[in-house]
Structures are given as structure tokens and as C-alpha cells.
């Protein structure tokens, strides 16, 4: 994903707090500063994100690592983040993007990284080669060689081999984590996390279309939380949701919480999935997601997936695996035949 436009234009996609949300503070383990003004000049992460070109998980692995960005909080507890960081983060980018490693350009002085990026043309780039004694696997290679023939043909053949739930868990999410961390510690670049996102996620729609063609089952509602820019995990929901008879409606991320319950009201959903990364789990995301399950009719499930979905909890059920997910949507399409 390339730079959604500059500061002013991502400062106008700034996520507010939601209409449903019952107010009150997220947890203040990050250390996120309280501000008593409200967040004009702010951005919350997904509007950093956009503004920056590099992903939420990345910008919270930073913070956690090297305390940087700082974030600092709303009255209402929203964690925002000032629009004067925005340039300073896309010079940590373009360092990167130099051969840098980002634990030594995400704590440089601004004097240090104007510096670097100076000499910048005269670096060449460091060679991208495996850690010592592994063997780099075809999805690894394709994907460093951004050879999306190479890695599409991979990912079918895998498919045709493994089977859907297969396919996802030994396939599909192995090669995201592999190369997210590769992006986060410096081997590869955000490009190759946004190559291999963007072809993952045209696969997973191509082999979903002709099971959900055939889909007779109940009505499955799949979305994000306001905030939550990434779309991947909904892809791999629908595929399983689908090959298990169930009928889908993928409504893409960040999608008003106010705006889901009224759909799942009109189109008498038998579920609504959330999918929660890492990056935006924690009290905030706890908070709207009771807020949204009290909006919902009471015949709708609220399901919640993703390596930050929190733990069950009265009328919230976490799908912490797609096996757990797998075996909900065959049980529910088996119920209703």
C-alpha cells in the first residue's frame, strides 16, 4: 500500500471515537500520555498508518521496542498520535528503504537520520540472503523476487494438496508471520509485506468465489473495528466460512459499528465476525466490542478472531484458530439444513 496522500489528507480519515462507544479509558500499560485537548492535529494509528505507508503491527512493534512513536490519549481515552510525527516516521521509512535496520534508524536523532539519508544514493543495498544455515522456502523467495506468477502458482498448488483449513493454517499464515517479522527487523521491505498481502488476498477470494456461489447456509456478517486497516484475516474467515456452506457478506475493514448491528438487524445475520490484530487489541477494542454485542439482535453471534481477540466472555466468542471457526461454521450450516 503506497502513502494514502500527505498529513492533511490522513488527518481527514482519522478515526473518531464511535457512536456506540460507552466511554471511559483503555489501558494505560503503553504509557500513553493523557491530553486534555481534543485531537484535532492528532491521528489515530490507522490514520498514521495510511499517512505513513507502514503498518499498524509495525508502528506498535516500534513503540513497544524502542518508544517510539509516542502516543498520547483523548479524554474519552482514544490513543491518538500528532500529525508532527508523520514526517519524521516517513524518514525512518525511507532509511529502511535504504538498507537500515529500524532499531538503528527508529532511535536516531533527527540529525542522524537526515544524515543517513543524505549519503543514502551513494549506499548500495545490503544483500537480502537467509539467516545462517535456513533454507529460504519458494513462498520466501517469490515473495523477496516479487514474482506474483511464482507466488500464485505456490499458493494454488498448496491448496489443491492441503484443502481449505489446511491450506490456511500450514500455508497461508506461516508465510504472513515469516514475512512480517522479516519486514520489522529489516531483511525485507514494507513492499514486500503489501506484495504479499495484496496477492494473498486476490488467491483467497478467487478460490472462495465458487463455494460461496453454492452457499446455502446462514448469513455470516465479517468486518473490522474502526481503526483496524487490515483486511487479511477476514479473507482467510470468509474462505473458511464459505467452504463450510455458510452464506458471507464481507463488508471490508473498518466498518461503523452502528452500521453493522442495523445489517445484521435487516438481514437477520446469523453472526457477525471481527477480526482483531495485534496492534489494535487491548481494553479500547474490548470496550467496542460489548458495545456493538449489546446492539445486536439476540440472535446473532458475535464472533471474534485474530491473534488480539480477547477472551469469551458473556455473548462474545473467541475464535483464537480457524480450526475453532471451521468447526462453528459446519456445525451452524449442518443445524439449518
Known amino acids: 500500500m503506497d502513502v494514502r496522500g500527505a498529513a492533511r489528507h490522513a488527518a481527514g ?9 460507552t466511554g471511559g479509558r483503555a489501558d494505560d500499560a503503553t504509557g ?12 489515530g494509528i490507522g490514520a498514521l498508518s495510511r499517512a505513513t505507508a507502514i503498518p ?11 518508544g517510539y512513536p ?29 538498507g ?11 540529525d542522524e537520520l537526515r544524515a543517513l539519508l543524505a549519503a543514502a544514493p551513494a549506499m548500495r543495498p545490503r544483500p537480502r540472503v537467509p539467516a545462517a544455515g535456513a533454507v529460504e522456502s519458494d513462498l520466501f523467495a517469490a515473495v523477496r523476487a ?20 489446511e491450506f490456511l493454517e500450514r500455508c497461508v499464515a506461516p508465510i504472513v508471520r515469516e514475512v512480517g517479522t522479516a519486514w520489522s527487523e529489516g531483511p525485507l521491505e514494507v513492499r514486500h509485506e503489501h506484495f504479499l498481502s495484496e496477492r494473498v488476498s486476490d488467491v483467497l477470494r478467487t478460490l472462495r468465489l465458487p463455494y460461496e456461489e453454492r452457499a446455502a447456509g446462514p448469513l455470516v456478517i465479517l468486518t473490522s473495528l474502526p481503526g483496524e486497516t487490515h483486511s487479511l484475516g477476514l479473507h482467510m474467515a470468509a474462505l473458511i466460512v464459505t467452504t463450510c456452506g455458510c452464506r458471507v ?3 471490508g475493514p473498518e466498518t461503523p459499528l452502528p452500521e453493522v448491528a442495523a445489517l445484521a438487524q435487516e438481514l437477520r445475520a446469523r453472526a457477525v465476525g471481527i477480526s482483531v490484530s495485534v496492534a489494535t487489541s487491548g481494553a479500547g477494542t474490548t470496550r467496542r466490542l460489548r458495545a456493538l454485542r449489546a446492539h445486536l439482535p439476540r440472535r446473532t453471534a458475535l464472533l471474534v478472531g485474530g491473534e488480539g481477540a480477547p477472551p469469551d466472555e458473556a455473548g462474545i466468542t473467541s475464535m483464537h484458530d480457524l480450526a475453532k471457526l471451521d468447526a462453528w461454521a459446519r456445525q451452524v450450516a449442518s443445524s439449518a439444513s
Open 146 to 165: 516479487f514474482d506474483a506468477g511464482a507466488l500464485t502458482r505456490r499458493l494454488q498448488a498448496e491448496w489443491a494438496r492441503l484443502g481449505p483449513l
Open 100 to 110: 537500515h535496520r529500524a532499531r538503528e534508524v527508529v532511535t536516531a536523532s533527527d
Open 56 to 66: 499498524v503491527e509495525t508502528l506498535r512493534t516500534w513503540e513497544r521496542r524502542y
Open 249 to 251: 457478506l464481507q463488508l
Open 32 to 43: 500513553a500520555r493523557p491530553v486534555a485537548r481534543a485531537s484535532g492535529g492528532m491521528l
Open 13 to 21: 480519515a482519522t478515526t473518531a471515537v464511535e457512536i456506540m462507544e
Open 70 to 98: 509516542v502516543p498520547e490519549r483523548t479524554p474519552s481515552g482514544q490513543r491518538v498520535y500528532p500529525v508532527a510525527s508523520v514526517p519524521r516516521l516517513r524518514r525512518i521509512a525511507e532509511a529502511l528503504a535504504s
